[in-house]
């Protein structure tokens, strides 16, 4: 019962983390790509 409790729970925080890099790294893009003119492009 303990076991799969923490399966589950792992499971749930590593896709929580997942999409929240993803979110980030979006982010990072966007914010790269708007503010484009201080890198010359």
Do not use: D, H
């Amino acid at each position: 019962m303990n076991k799969s409790i923490i399966l589950i729970s792992v499971e749930a925080i590593s896709i929580f983390f997942s999409s929240n890099i993803t979110f980030a790294c979006g982010c990072y893009v966007l914010k790269i790509s708007q503010s484009g003119s201080t890198f010359g492009t």
